[in-house]
């Protein structure tokens, strides 16, 4: 059975389960709706660590009861700049997706640091949302940082402007494709697993009752604006999963500290793998 048969079958049963669950109550359906949406849909599979793994200092960090794992690369020292980067990747990714850039980065002469999100691949946990994607990272930065360049990718990108928000952190954002809206995640979820509107309603409601923040604060183009930081935002015309409709009102305003990088036909995960797009974040990384 592929891929793509495995992901019907899932959602034909989670959407038979979850109307199940409104028959007696719309909150408890809502509760399992949001435990689905918070769940890596690939699981944790055991992926084979990359070589550029293999040569790195292995880190971890208590975190909310949980521990984060995560990787340390140093450059010669002949190279070394003196400055960090730090990784974020996506929802339902890893550290390892990333690989192709620890070499590139250490012959710039950055230290390099990398961690599994909570609950994807060896970190713990079994779900995970946003705003506990943003205080893990806040967590790390204090550990490890200061990090003068961050780079993510899709929710690791919205978490890292949340961060930057929160810390008030004026260090560069590189965002590849990030999730720009929450509620536009939502919509597609809900119509995905085909949730009615008290459910959907239930649903907004939780996320606000877990974080006193409607989800119009779980937004990159909300939070964008209160950030004094360079930022390079890099996103495909023809990516479907963060849509690019979502980034064009932040186009329009024309932040001076934002420079768009804007591809086509590389979609949404195979957008950093793009040679032109490797270079274009070493370039911004590196500019003074």
């Known amino acids: 059975m592929n891929k793509k048969t495995k992901t019907k079958l899932k959602a034909i049963y989670y959407i038979v389960l979850i109307k199940l669950i409104a028959v007696f109550s719309a909150r408890a359906a809502a509760l399992k709706a949001f435990k689905v949406f918070s769940t890596p849909y690939s699981g944790k599979p055991k992926r084979i660590p990359p070589a550029e793994f293999s040569f790195a200092t292995p880190l971890t ?19 070394n700049n003196g400055k960090k980067i730090l990784i974020a990747h996506g ?46 990272i806040v967590a790390i930065k204090k550990k490890f940082g200061p990090f003068e360049v961050n780079v993510g990718h899709s929710l690791g990108g919205m978490a890292i402007t949340l961060a930057a928000e929160k810390l008030q952190d004026t260090s560069k954002l590189i965002l590849i494709a990030p999730a720009t809206e929450t509620f536009t995640a939502i919509h597609a979820f809900s119509k995905l697993l085909r949730l009615n509107a008290n459910i959907k309603s239930a649903f907004v409601q939780h996320i606000k009752t877990i974080s006193n923040h409607s989800i119009h604060y779980f937004s990159v183009s909300r939070a964008i604006a209160h950030i004094h930081a360079p930022v390079l935002w890099i996103h495909d015309e023809s990516d479907i999963i963060c849509p690019f409709k979502d980034v064009l009102p932040v186009q329009e305003k024309q932040y001076p500290h934002i420079s768009f990088y804007c591809t086509k036909s590389l979609g949404h995960s195979n957008i950093y793998r793009s040679k032109s797009v490797k270079n274009a974040i070493i370039s911004f990384s590196n500019n003074e």
């Not at 192709?100 to 713990?124: C, K, R, W």
């Open 61 to 79: 960090l208590p975190f909310e009861g949980k521990v984060l794992r995560g990787w340390l690369w140093q450059p010669e020292p002949e190279k």
């Open 91 to 136: 929802f339902d990714s890893c550290s390892y997706r990333f690989a192709h850039f620890i070499q590139p980065f250490l012959q710039q002469g950055f230290t390099v640091i990398a961690f599994d999100a909570p609950a994807h691949e060896l970190s713990d946990g079994n779900t995970t949302n946003v705003l506990e994607y943003r205080n893990a």
